[in-house]
């Protein structure tokens, strides 16, 4: 075989597989609705309460000059997500040797073992403000939006893995 037909898409090698394509467009909608949606509403005193968006609160944060804080909130929970599920779409898209799609893949897993940093994160925080007597703070509809999107990225990332396995030897 020439090395023109060594370099072809899993998407051609596989073309009644749209359980990818789905996931990724799943997962990005999910995403781009999690930034919209509050994640946390931190509650001061008994009548004031604040409700937190994703972006809001990284532009809170610099606002507030937290900079390195908002800076990694936003690389972990804006930028990685966004740059995972396109690095997803174009290795499923991408036509690339089979050693090189490997190693994509390769390096998409080691990054993707990051993924859960920013849930994680809202979780201490809602943990940490639970302690203080006079505040108190619920997750809301965006944090859990916001997990499903990354599960969902996950998930189809595996079926990525596992389809170029197959295809590939």
């Not at 990005?28 to 609705?33: K, R």
């Not at 509403?41 to 507030?64: A, C, N, P, Q, R």
């Not at 000059?65 to 995972?84: D, G, N, Q, R, T």
Request: proline share 3%.
């Amino acid at each position: 075989m020439s090395e023109e037909q060594n370099k072809r898409s899993l998407a051609s090698l596989l073309p009644r597989r749209f359980e990818v394509p789905g996931l990724i467009g799943l997962a990005f909608a999910a995403l781009v609705t999690a930034y919209a949606l509050p994640i946390m509403v931190i509650s001061k005193f008994i009548f004031f309460s604040d409700d937190y968006t994703l972006i809001g609160s990284v532009l809170g944060m610099w606002d507030e000059e937290y900079y390195f804080l908002a800076a990694v909130i936003f690389c972990f929970s804006i930028i990685f997500p966004m740059a995972k599920l396109s690095a997803l779409l174009l290795i499923w898209y991408g036509r690339y040797e089979a050693k090189r799609r490997a190693k994509l893949l390769h390096w998409l897993g080691v990054l993707g073992k990051w993924s859960m940093l920013d849930v994680f994160i809202v979780a201490i925080l809602v943990v940490f403000t639970q302690s203080k007597t006079l505040l108190g703070a619920e997750p809301r509809a965006g944090l859990y939006v916001f997990a499903g999107a990354i599960i969902l990225s996950m998930v189809a990332s595996m079926l990525v893995e596992r389809h170029a396995r197959r295809v590939d030897g």
